[in-house]
């Protein structure tokens, strides 16, 4: 059994968590994400790019940990917009591709230049190694909190 002492050590640790991820992110919409592309949509374009494979909806919504209903909307936003392509698999008729349209996307990569100037920025700054370390972090961070999460969202 825990103790009060703890859970307020618990509770002031994660408010504190809670409090440096809400500033962050209010910098990141403010200021690296401002543009025409909304903040899930840039980040379903990030994702699109930087896979090595063609990607689903499906793996979309698994590798963003969000909802298909989310995903559909912004996916039908971006093709919308010309941002992305769906093709169906040849291999697998069940499977839809997702992919930038190169022609198309200025929008995407208009906003993906001022991010990577911005964190240049940083690392001259707080430095690679460190930067790095924050990353991880991050990056350990999302997988937990996907993980507990995943019920939440297998729902819709």
């Keep these: 059994m825990r103790s009060n002492e703890y859970d307020k050590e618990l509770n002031d640790i994660v408010g504190s968590v809670l409090n440096t991820w809400v500033r962050f992110e209010g910098v990141m919409r403010t200021t690296m994400m401002s543009g025409s592309l909304t903040h899930r949509e840039f980040a379903v374009c990030n994702m699109i790019e930087n896979s090595t494979e063609p990607v ?18 912004t996916l039908s936003e971006l093709e919308k917009m010309g941002i992305i392509t769906r093709e169906r698999s040849v291999e697998d008729k069940r499977k839809v591709y997702i992919r930038l349209n190169k022609d198309g996307a200025d929008a995407y990569y208009d906003m993906n230049g001022k991010a990577l100037a911005y964190t240049e920025a940083v690392v001259e700054n707080i430095g690679t190694d460190r930067l790095m370390r924050i990353k991880d972090a991050f990056s350990e961070v999302s997988d937990a909190l996907s993980v507990v999460t995943k019920p939440e969202r297998e729902k819709e």
């Design 56 to 73: 689903t909806a499906t793996e979309l919504c698994e590798k963003l940990a969000m909802h298909k209903s989310q995903m559909n909307r």
